[in-house]
């Protein structure tokens, strides 16, 4: 702040006095500067933001969170269809594993036997290894967590690799476990070990919503080591536990609700009451006119195409109603903001492309699919395919199916189906030629394993020099090696002189050269 006339004066008389003056103003200009989000008034009067810890927000409001978004999800489409659309995105076909320690014999042996037991990896005997990711995904989304547990399994079982995967939802965590532990803590139901590493779960031996496993005594937890659980959730602060993706919508979802309910009642209400008979003048209307139907019975329940009669009615007035517009406004606008609590697109969450054009629809689809992209590798990945990877490798080390327990191992999450195929080819191309992308990152893009890919191309390239087969650049012909014979007889019997024009040249070149000799 520059000095005022006034400093200027004094300071010609008493400078010390003048600067402290300019000091002492600028220090409470400092003061009284700050944000105004954290102004307090009669405009924030009201709004409560206590600083309590993440996991003391979530030991409050988790279950009842986790109750209610499961509640919107079985009654609400909106709510339905965002979960779909996210697991729908995020898992797909599946995130598929590929050996990659570098020993192209071992990751061979690796692979195939991953693949076979992915149809027996499922503790209940009904989902395959992928249609388990997209179980637990599910539940991720919807309940905000879910636990896997590993299952060793003995020699007499019959299985190959000894290991078998149970998904359990978040309600068997026992959350009433929290307090100090010795030298550790319990944070709703998960124990911590002095450093603050995961050191047990407090788990139930049954649901405790489920009334026969609460008779059976199923409400007692006991700890599971942290070893044998991978805990799936979405970390947004420091918390030990996580809630439902659709948090910040509950409230929307259930106005929403309400809303369209309301709306139809009243259009019901209205539909009801087809017309009034009154008295001829207004003494003989009363106050509260006495409904009655034809055989004279008190009408208590209004019905359609209902035509009542007053007291002494002999004036009949039909039911006008009123005309309200805005509910197709007013319904959009909530869908985008049950759109952006969820993080998917408006028009994903609606299926309403009347708004759109392709470069919006595209721009958007980048956006969101840049999201999917960080959840695959810096959430599911991590959480839940990693460990169960390693769990993997182990058992088929220890039942001595491979030489190692640890193989390194690369994830390909399922590709994104292309806006327009032609372009996105063209771009993979152009890529692959500049040396910006290899052709297995290409492959492994699509959802697929390179190798496969690649040994499937040879083996289709031996399989047609065998038969004596040519592809050509035009996929309408197919021709023998040697012959210039086609498959497309429009293309044989069109003869054009410009394809005459180089042989003629040729032949002349020819004849003049042995002339020359």
């Not at 400093?7 to 400092?30: C, G, L, N, S, Y």
């Not at 879910?146 to 007499?156: G, I, P, T």
């Not at 779960?201 to 005594?217: C, I, N």
């Not at 692959?432 to 990152?441: H, V």
Request: hydrophobic fraction near 40%; proline fraction near 5%; glycine fraction near 8%.
């Amino acid at each position: 702040m520059s000095a005022t006339w006034f400093d200027h004066a004094i300071a010609k008389v008493a400078p010390r006095m003048a600067a402290r003056r300019v000091m002492a103003r600028q220090a409470f200009e400092t003061l009284t500067r700050g944000y105004d989000g954290a102004a307090r008034g009669r405009r924030t009067e009201g709004w409560r933001a206590p600083g309590s810890s993440a996991d003391t927000e979530i030991g409050v409001a988790g279950a009842l969170l986790r109750d209610r978004m499961r509640d919107l999800v079985r009654n609400n489409p909106h709510a339905a269809k965002a979960v779909a659309v996210l697991v729908n995105n995020i898992i797909g076909a599946g995130i598929m594993p590929r050996a990659a320690s570098g020993d192209d014999k071992l990751d061979r042996k690796v692979d195939a036997l991953f693949e076979r037991w992915t149809a027996d990896c499922d503790a209940d005997g009904q989902l395959d290894f992928y249609g388990m990711q997209t179980l637990i995904c599910r539940e991720m989304v919807e309940a905000g967590e879910v636990l896997v547990r590993r299952r060793l399994r003995r020699a007499s079982d019959g299985l190959q690799v000894p290991l078998q995967l149970q998904v359990l939802e978040a309600d068997f965590l026992d959350a009433t476990k929290s307090g100090v532990l010795g030298a550790g803590r319990l944070v709703q139901g998960i124990e911590f070990d002095s450093v603050g590493r995961r050191r047990a779960y407090w788990l139930h031996a049954e649901h405790p919503g489920d009334a026969w496993g609460a008779l059976r005594g199923g409400l007692d937890s006991r700890p599971v080591p942290a070893t044998e659980i991978a805990h799936i959730y979405e970390k947004q602060r420091t918390q030990a536990r996580g809630v439902p993706w659709g948090a910040p919508v509950i409230r929307s979802l259930r106005d929403l609700d309400d809303y369209e309910v309301a709306e139809l009642v009243r259009k019901k209400t209205e539909a009801c009451v087809t017309a009034i008979v009154f008295g001829d003048d207004e003494a003989q209307q009363g106050i509260a006119p006495s409904v009655v139907d034809a055989d004279g019975n008190r009408v208590e329940q209004f019905e359609p195409g209902l035509i009542a009669y007053a007291r002494g009615g002999k004036d009949i007035r039909f039911n006008q109603p009123s005309a309200t517009g805005g509910y197709g406004e007013y319904k959009r606008a909530s869908l985008h903001t049950i759109s952006a609590g969820f993080r998917v697109p408006y028009e994903l969450l609606t299926g309403d492309l009347s708004q759109v054009n392709y470069s919006s629809i595209r721009a958007g689809l980048v956006e969101f699919r840049r999201q999917i992209d960080a959840v695959q590798w810096q959430l599911f990945i991590p959480m839940f395919c990693a460990p169960v990877w390693r769990w993997f490798t182990e058992a088929a080390w220890a039942a001595g199916q491979i030489p190692s327990p640890t193989v390194p191992v690369e994830w390909s999450p399922p590709k994104f189906e292309a806006v327009d195929p032609q372009k996105d080819a063209m771009a993979n191309l152009l890529s692959i030629r500049s040396g910006t992308m290899t052709l297995a990152e290409v492959i492994a893009k699509q959802g697929r394993n390179p190798d496969a890919v690649l040994a499937e191309i040879a083996a289709t390239n031996t399989k047609l020099d065998a038969l004596g087969l040519v592809l050509d650049s035009d996929p309408r012909r197919v021709t023998k090696t040697g012959s210039a014979q086609s498959n497309d007889p429009a293309a044989d019997q069109t003869n054009d002189p410009a394809d005459d024009e180089p042989a003629a040249d040729a032949n002349n070149d020819s004849a003049q050269a042995d002339q020359q000799d």
